[in-house]
């Protein structure tokens, strides 16, 4: 499946870098969204994006800055981490973010690892 | 908040075997969806079910809504090791635009 990609698929950065995750979808769609997945955690929405608007921004630490220049792309970018923001960041599109009945189609994720 | 529970969180079956894991809301819900996540894959999405009382089925897997909309089940029958993997349901309130994930029901399958 390559409708959405993701890249880097594997980043190892210490504490005080700096580094950027990248999205792309090539599905035509109007909605991008960041999740979080830990181990033995749910899925953890972190943002929403919906044409290119943030609409939904869940208590995320300021470590965290997403960008969304246009409705293809969608990045998230890192600083200062903390060890327990190891986890894989998965990237996510939909047709419709308000709309109910559309499905979400997720990257291959990021597997991040802040030593 | 609304707040989706699955349970089992983890099975273990024999190949061959069913398996069924429930999905609980704590609100009505508009509709909900099911994905599967492969070991170090990502999650890929499978069904969604809109309808009170709504059954579909995908070969040996069956999906139920239930009748007051709060409740959602996947069952397979016979299992396969290709069944393995973390199953997620998600679903939207009733007047809301988030789906809710919840935190899955990871199946191994013992050949």
């Known amino acids: 499946e390559t409708g959405v990609t993701q890249t880097p698929r594997h980043l190892v950065m210490g504490m005080t870098n700096k580094k950027s995750l990248k999205c792309e979808q090539h599905l035509g769609h109007n909605a991008m969204y960041w999740y979080k997945q830990s181990a033995k955690k749910p899925l953890e929405l972190m943002f929403v994006?919906?044409?290119?608007?943030?609409?939904e921004n869940n208590s995320v630490p300021s470590r965290f800055s997403p960008e969304c220049p246009n409705s293809s792309h969608l990045f998230l970018h890192l600083h200062t981490l903390q060890p327990e923001d190891s986890a894989l960041y998965l990237c996510?599109?939909?047709?419709?973010?308000?709309?109910?009945?559309?499905?979400?189609?997720f990257g291959p994720g990021t597997r991040l690892t802040v030593t | 908040g609304q707040q989706v529970m699955q349970i089992p969180q983890y099975q273990h079956v024999q190949e061959g075997e069913d398996f069924t894991t429930y999905c609980n809301s704590s609100t009505t819900l508009s509709n909900i969806q099911w994905y599967k996540q492969r070991p170090g894959g990502h999650p890929v999405f499978l069904i969604q079910l809109v309808k009170s009382g709504e059954v579909k089925k995908q070969k040996r897997l069956t999906f139920q809504f239930g009748e007051a909309k709060k409740n959602s089940s996947l069952h397979i029958t016979a299992t396969q090791t290709t069944d393995v993997g973390t199953y997620f349901c998600?679903?939207?309130?009733?007047?809301?635009?988030?789906?809710?994930f919840g935190e899955g029901t990871q199946l191994t399958v013992n050949p």
């Open positions: 998600a679903g939207r309130q009733v007047g809301g635009s988030r789906l809710t």
């Open positions: 994006y919906s044409l290119e608007e943030r609409v």
């Open positions: 996510a599109s939909s047709q419709v973010f308000s709309a109910t009945y559309y499905e979400q189609y």
